[in-house]
């Protein structure tokens, strides 16, 4: 079982500066439901953006400190340690499937190969 008070950081962004809005909001693992675990969704203030979300999951969803902006994110992988996923501006009925990555972790930067390892053991779990 996983701690529900460790914070899944979004800190590494890829595809421009534009993404940087995204670095500090995180996810909080909730609970495992079937053998999946679901995650709520926080901006960098702590306040809850949007819950139960599993690997998989598009939402949508503004940020309060930014004006005008849509965002889309996809949950592509996640543990209870990290999440990753792609993300985009603009609403996901609107626009392709977001393409631009990032990455949440806890505890500071993970190395790169324990994440492709979590990321084949939960593939290989599916």
């Not at 670095?23 to 901006?43: A, H, I, L, P, R």
């Not at 819950?51 to 992988?77: C, E, H």
């Amino acid at each position: 079982m996983c701690d529900r008070a460790i914070q899944i950081i979004i800190d590494q962004i890829s595809g421009g500066i534009t993404g940087d809005g995204l670095k500090g909001c995180y996810f909080q693992w909730v609970k495992d439901d079937g053998g999946f675990s679901v995650y709520n969704f926080f901006d960098k203030n702590g306040e809850l953006v949007i819950p139960n979300l599993r690997v998989g999951s598009q939402f949508d969803f503004v940020l309060p400190y930014i004006q005008g902006v849509v965002w889309a994110l996809t949950m592509k992988a996640g543990s209870c340690t990290y999440v990753t996923g792609s993300w985009l501006n603009g609403k996901s009925s609107d626009l392709p499937e977001p393409d631009q990555s990032y990455q949440a972790q806890a505890g500071g930067t993970l190395a790169v190969e324990t994440l492709v390892a979590e990321t084949h053991a939960i593939a290989a779990a599916a």
